[in-house]
């Protein structure tokens, strides 16, 4: 993590009152912090109020409620994504295993769950699906063969909601804007963008995968960026390397984005591209957008409604069975400031598999008074 983001970043541990704690968050003195250019890639981070401890693996601040319950929970395909950038050195090996088994809560809980990989036939849960977000992110579209295809490609690159979500939060954000925040991040390529907007820019996300390669692509950390797996199909994968593409001022968190390891009012510019309709309380991730967006910050807003989901089917829908309604009526005191009703967002799984949806875009601020 870049030691900047400690100025940023706070406690999601528990008070004495069962509220979030938000205290500031310090270097732990064990275990022994490996520190490089600016960043640190493995310790923990300690709360200075409650005294709650975050782990730093591979360069990623774990910041959840239950951060070791959250490595125990998929803690095999995590080796895998470590072994791949240079995998712990013994003692932080060691003091993780040691907080993990601290964590069981009873004789019956198993240290290591059986992880659900995405299939039985892949060795990691996000190995045949990151290519792809890296793909949407940042490469232009890759042609298909087929020209319908190809110009739905091209509408989604050139006006999607990655790059349509950037051009609104810089036509609507205030002059200079300070912290920006990109909640279910993915790959950082939204993230990356605001970050050429303002002073710092932090993206979250509940996904260690995404986080590490987000940090690998921006960041060159902890081993430069990595290699691009696009896939074909059947067991077939090509191999691109990725251009350097760095940002400075970016950070990267593993976070809850209903419990946001942020000051109130601490961000001028607040996006997330489809996460509310994927998450299990949309209204507690809009609430915690509004208690972190600063009193002149703005909220760029991008979601698909996917019809299927347990956010839409059960809230969203709710009532008049109107998600986009229900989204706008949750953010009181808010003006609608610009809004776009069916982006395209095209994603590629393989040379036989697209998905095609249409967004709900909308750009948000306080109404005046």
């Known amino acids: 993590m870049r030691l900047w983001a400690l100025s940023a970043l706070r406690c999601v541990g528990l008070d004495e009152v069962e509220a979030p704690c938000r205290g500031h968050l310090v270097l732990a003195p064990e275990p022994a912090a490996t520190e490089r250019n600016e960043e640190v890639l493995e310790g923990a981070l300690s709360c200075a109020a409650c005294g709650a401890v975050y782990p730093v693996v591979a360069g990623v601040a774990v910041l959840l409620r239950n951060p070791f319950r959250f490595f125990r929970s998929f803690y095999p395909f995590a080796k895998d994504y470590l072994a791949d950038v240079g995998g712990m050195s013994p003692p932080f090996q060691v003091w993780l295993h040691t907080h993990m088994l601290a964590d069981l809560e009873s004789k019956k809980d198993k240290l290591f769950p059986r992880p659900v990989p995405y299939n039985e036939q892949v060795a990691h849960p996000l190995n045949k699906w990151l290519g792809t977000y890296l793909l949407t992110h940042y490469f232009p579209p890759v042609p298909s063969g087929n020209d319908l295809l190809d110009s739905l490609q091209t509408a989604s690159h050139d006006g999607g909601p990655i790059r349509l979500l950037g051009d609104m ?85 593993v976070a809850s984005g209903t419990e946001t390891p942020l000051e109130t009012g601490s ?77 395209p967002w095209l994603l590629r799984g393989s040379d036989r598999h697209w998905d095609l949806y249409l967004d709900h875009c909308f750009a948000a601020r306080r109404a005046a008074g």
């Open 267 to 343: 961000a001028d510019v607040i996006t997330s591209c489809n996460l509310i309709d994927i998450v299990n309380d949309p209204f507690a991730v809009l609430a915690e957008k509004v208690r972190v967006l600063s009193p002149k910050g703005v909220l760029v807003v991008s979601t698909p409604y996917l019809d299927h989901t347990a956010a839409v089917t059960q809230h969203l829908e709710a009532g008049a069975g109107d998600p986009r309604k229900t989204v706008l009526e949750h953010l009181t005191g808010f003006e609608i400031v610009e809004e776009h009703l069916k982006v």
């Open 169 to 253: 939060a810089q036509r609507w954000s205030n002059d200079s804007p300070g912290l920006g925040v990109d909640m279910g991040c993915s790959v950082g390529g939204l993230t990356r963008r605001i970050a050429g907007l303002c002073r710092q820019a932090i993206g979250i996300d509940l996904s260690f995968e995404k986080i590490l390669t987000a940090r690998r692509t921006l960041l060159g950390v902890p081993c430069g960026p990595p290699p691009l797996r696009v896939y074909r199909e059947g067991i077939s994968f090509e191999n691109v390397p990725l251009p350097p593409m760095t940002a400075a001022n970016v950070d990267f968190v």
